[in-house]
């Protein structure tokens, strides 16, 4: 009882301290998640066929070639004409032609910068899996340090609870001891076991979803790190949302995508002027032993100029795709201005909440210790010190969970303004 009382007195309901140098830290487990994740790898892949497709629009500005051909089997009867009797025959074709456009009225830029734009969009959207990834490896890391600290809280409670229980029940075998004591020193001990079972749930579900993340099991963590720095200000913050979130530049590529969209319809209706080459030999297809061999230069166009209306149809649905995409860039750009008050105010207050918890916690294990020696002077029961030791494990509980929340706030902070 006394052993286990000391170690309460002395402060075993601490906050994660330092562990030993083999210990994984947050920016490994970062490094490990960004590794690990589909979503990320799918957003990379999704990058890089964007960027195929960017090589596909430049490459119809240039040449092309192209052979054909055909070899079959048969019969061909002229009739007679020219002398000519029916005969087997097999028939052959080998063409050989290149192009290359001169004018395509801004259709090839307009396709260019289209796929440029959905580049830019899924480069930003890998930025984004990348940094959603983060914040959520952030938030697992420093759930998972908070349920282990409640584990142990509660585990040295339960210890001390079996204690107390034990002594009481000396107590009452006696006579120094009412069975209401036995029966409070009980109920003392099943709230203490709910806590542990509640707080072991909790580390469960925060190891798994941490090695979820990582792909690693998880065994010993540091402690969290300094609280990443951020912004100065809040004018600052937002400034620098606007310039480099990936939301709101993800949404600006989709403006330049849709800008790009509206050449093109015009460009739909306007003429195409390109130079071919051609080169051709044929056999048996008009007559048996037939032949034919052939080369052409020359120039070859074509306008659309008139399809009824539906070309002007194409430039208006262009257009307001285009002025749909600029509204939803003004609503990103509100929604971000937004997120980034939000997210300003919530470290103020997670800074200010770890100040408050940090002096709860050292005020409540002062009240323990001094529990204790009155405990130990007969003063109090030992009940009164086991209510001293819940309130320091509430207190305990509150600062890891503040300076946890300052660490996510901090983080998320910081991704809306686009800084990894």
């Known amino acids: 009882m006394k052993h286990?009382?000391?170690?309460?007195?002395?402060?075993?309901?601490?906050?994660?301290?330092?562990?030993?140098?083999?210990?994984?830290?947050?920016?490994?487990?970062?490094?490990?998640?960004?590794?690990?994740?589909p979503a990320l790898a799918a957003a990379e892949a999704d990058a890089d066929a964007a960027d195929a497709r960017v090589a596909q629009a430049r490459a119809a500005a240039g040449p092309s070639a192209r052979i054909e051909g055909s070899l079959g089997y048969g019969r061909l009867d002229p009739g007679g004409y020219f002398g000519l009797s029916a005969d087997d025959v097999t028939p052959s074709a080998v063409q050989l032609v290149g192009e290359y456009p001169l004018y395509a009225g801004g259709r090839i830029a307009s396709a260019i910068d289209q796929a440029a734009a959905g580049h830019r969009a899924a480069k930003r959207g890998t930025d984004m899996a990348r940094q959603n990834l983060t914040l959520a490896t952030v938030s697992s890391y420093a759930e998972l340090l908070t349920a282990r600290e409640m584990v142990a809280s509660y585990a040295g409670l339960v210890a001390a609870l079996e204690e107390i229980v034990r002594h009481a029940g000396l107590r009452y075998d006696v006579g120094d001891a009412t069975s209401s004591d036995v029966a409070q020193a009980k109920a003392r001990r099943a709230e203490g076991q709910a806590g542990l079972v509640q707080a072991q749930g909790r580390l469960t579900a925060a190891k798994a979803r941490l090695e979820r993340l990582t792909g690693k099991s998880v065994g010993a963590l540091t402690a969290l790190p300094p609280r990443p720095s951020v912004p100065p200000s809040l004018g600052e913050a937002i400034e620098a949302a606007i310039a480099a979130n990936a939301l709101v530049a993800q949404a600006d590529a989709a403006v330049d995508g849709a800008d790009a969209g509206v050449r093109a319809a015009k460009a739909a209706s306007r003429p195409t002027i390109g130079v071919?080459?051609?080169?051709?030999?044929v056999r048996d297809q008009f007559f048996p032993d037939y032949r034919a061999d052939s080369m052409t230069i020359g120039l070859r166009g074509r306008w659309t100029f008139f399809d009824s209306g539906a070309g002007g149809a194409r430039v208006r649905e262009?257009?307001?795709?285009?002025?749909?995409?600029?509204a939803r860039?003004?609503?990103?750009?509100?929604?971000?201005?937004?997120?980034?008050?939000e997210a300003w105010s919530d470290l103020e207050s997670a800074e200010r909440g770890t100040e408050a918890a940090r002096e709860g916690?050292?005020?409540a294990r002062e009240a323990l210790r001094g529990t204790w020696l009155e405990v130990r002077s007969g003063a109090k029961t030992p009940l009164a010190e086991l209510d001293a030791a819940r309130e320091a494990i509430a207190a305990t509980a509150r600062l890891a969970e503040a300076q946890a929340s300052v660490?996510?706030?901090?983080?998320?902070?910081?991704?809306?303004c686009g800084i990894e």
Do not use: N
């Open 4 to 37: 286990t009382a000391a170690l309460i007195a002395a402060g075993v309901f601490t906050v994660a301290g330092p562990h030993p140098a083999t210990a994984q830290d947050l920016a490994t487990a970062v490094a490990d998640a960004r590794a690990h994740s």
């Open 276 to 281: 071919f080459a051609e080169g051709a030999r």
């Open 318 to 326: 262009a257009q307001a795709q285009r002025s749909a995409s600029a």
């Open 329 to 341: 860039l003004r609503q990103v750009q509100d929604d971000v201005t937004q997120a980034v008050i």
């Open 361 to 363: 916690d050292a005020a």
């Open 407 to 416: 660490q996510v706030a901090a983080w998320r902070l910081r991704l809306l």
